[in-house]
């Protein structure tokens, strides 16, 4: 199970960036999946999850800011990160809960990409 991001990279404070994720691979379903990021010198840190059910959960941080979303057709996730601050600068990691058939479900991470909110 492969977990390839896009998006990312660099913007104006109050800017807006997205984020897309997709699993491919072998893959029976998709369970959660959501978006993580590290900021230097920080631990990583739960930015948003969504359900294959579409149940949202966000950081505090990002509430009413950002916008989690998922096409489980694709295996696709997709981070909406609006109104962005400089303390959103952070590498962000797609992760994602998948059953490889129908009694194991491991968790994945995609490569981080870069989001830089910097004027």
């Known amino acids: 199970v492969q977990l390839q991001a896009s998006g990312g990279g660099l913007v104006q404070p109050g800017g807006s960036l997205s984020l897309s994720c997709a699993a491919s691979?072998?893959?029976?379903?998709?369970?959660?999946m959501g978006w993580y990021r590290q900021a230097p010198g920080k631990q990583r840190e739960l930015v948003a999850t969504?359900?294959?059910?579409?149940?949202?959960n966000y950081a505090d941080s990002v509430k009413g800011r950002f916008a989690i979303s998922r096409d489980n057709a694709k295996n696709t996730v997709y981070l909406q990160m609006n109104s962005l601050k400089p303390e959103d600068t952070a590498v962000y990691y797609c992760?994602?809960?998948?059953?490889?058939?129908?009694?194991?479900?491991?968790?994945?991470w995609g490569k981080g990409t870069q989001v830089t909110v910097s004027s």
């Open positions: 691979g072998s893959i029976f379903s998709v369970n959660s």
């Open positions: 969504v359900t294959s059910g579409g149940f949202a």
């Open positions: 992760n994602a809960w998948v059953r490889t058939d129908a009694w194991v479900q491991m968790t994945y």
